[in-house]
DNA sequence: ACACTTCGATTTGTAGGACTAAACAAGAGA
DNA sequence: TCTCTTGTTTAGTCCTACAAATCGAAGTGT
């Protein structure tokens, strides 16, 4: 891992940011998901301006360039910008490319931000019945019965299990398919990002307070008859109720700490 | 620019990849927009590899550490993947940041697509009334008062002058830091990145068919006015004159062609 | 006080080599 | 014949070290 021969230290027991060993991961993609989380979670704050490349990678014992591949990747998510004399400084919040789903990762890898939760769920209560609604115009058959089947399967395992979430996740890129709408599709991706880690934190801390299969079963059903404007209000309740049990799990979760 | 002697060719006159020069642009950026330009707009299609690192460089006459950054910006876009033996492979489109300004940036650098038009309004459409509505609940009156001069040096100036572009741009930025949601607040600014090409693509192609002022005038007092409904409303039909607008120009330029 | 120059810090770009993961093919064993 | 293992090759990954362009700030001259 160590070109010839690292930089004199012992190549058993690195000294920081854990190696990504045997595993598939790169080098690059541990010192990214770190510099990144470390960044979004406020850890270094905007305006502040990294140490030095030289430094850095020697601190981290890692080479120049695999820290600048790093840097550049953050670049170009609009965390940090770097000029020469100047040096790497995180850029205010406003130029962060939040919609980024790694970015969304990074927010939400450590406890949900409630602010965020917030602002996520405005923009869904915005963009999801709009979605609903032309999903409805232009679904096709085939979309209608794949989506039968995922909300079949989700039905019979619940949201807590593994496979209950897989036809959650398929249930909703289908519809988000059926819009045919390049835009709202990669949108949808980033937000879908970030509702995967809040439906698990919801069922780590104390689980449903209501069966979110018949909203879904009431927006399918909207779906397959077109009928747009039924669409989008079945849409709109079941955002509502994935928020009131979103805002009490973060209750609990803060009651606890 | 070229270590020590570059590659034995001359370091007058470089074969590709017009060079920075005495620009700020360096070196990777243009090479970024090189590569994200030709991806974006179809010339390399999804799935197809790009050829070796080793090989672009040498072609393109650059050094593998400068290329290899531009492919990772790439990567952090969701534009490419790359993988050892496999190489580097452009992904379907639905992987693509298209949020990402840059990206967006790149999709308008040409004629725009069509369908991208017509999926980045209904969007807007999606969006931009709940915007309006929100910022309506919550403005200040600072922020009042900065969309009430923006406004003035707006029907003044008129939208084909420089300044008048900025003033708009200047009036929505306003009314969405008004929103006080970060998540809108990043989507919309990718947004009005393209937006604003639309903008200067309508007014080199045939001009305004509508004085655009009074719509904008309607959103502000309903805002001024914090009535959520009369501003979501003004902002919808302030919509379905910029679409027509941008239709009609799109029209033209293909008649033309 | 103001313009111009020099200097130093820091990123940018270059060169070439060693390492490693992954795909593919060939061979060994069942 | 089929599967599993093993080698070979390819291309990305990571490394070191040096040269150069940039830009801020301090210094210098008028």
Do not use: C
């Not at 100047?86 to 970015?103: A, F, H, I």
């Not at 593994?162 to 398919?177: K, N, P, S, Y």
């Amino acid at each position: 891992m160590a070109g010839t021969s690292g930089k004199g230290k012992p190549d058993h027991q690195r000294p920081l940011v854990d190696t990504p060993k045997g595993s598939g991961r790169r080098l690059r993609g541990v010192l990214l998901d770190f510099l990144g989380e470390r960044i979004v979670t406020g850890e270094v704050a905007p305006g502040e301006t990294l140490p030095g490349e030289v430094e850095t990678a020697e601190k981290l014992d890692i080479s120049r360039g695999a820290y600048r591949e790093a840097v550049k990747m953050l670049a170009a998510k609009g965390l940090v910008e770097s000029r020469p004399k100047t040096g790497t400084r995180v850029l205010e919040r406003v130029r962060w490319n939040l919609l980024d789903p790694e970015v969304m990762r990074w927010a939400f890898a450590g406890r949900p931000d409630a602010g965020l939760v917030r602002d996520l769920f405005e923009m869904r209560a915005a963009v999801e019945p709009s979605v609903a609604r032309l999903a409805a115009k232009r679904r096709s058959d085939a979309q209608v019965e794949r989506m039968r089947q995922a909300l079949a399967t989700m039905s019979e395992a619940g949201l807590t299990h593994e496979i209950g979430r897989d036809a959650d996740r398929m249930f909703h890129e289908t519809l988000l398919a059926a819009t045919g709408n390049q835009v709202m599709m990669t949108l949808s991706a980033s937000i879908s990002a970030a509702v995967a880690y809040t439906t698990i934190f919801k069922s780590r801390a104390g689980g449903f307070r209501r069966d979110p299969v018949p909203d879904h079963l009431r927006v399918f059903e909207a779906v397959a008859a077109q009928d747009e404007e039924a669409a989008a209000g079945a849409m709109r309740e079941l955002l509502d109720l994935a928020y009131d049990d979103t805002q009490h799990a973060l209750a609990d979760h803060a009651a606890k700490a």
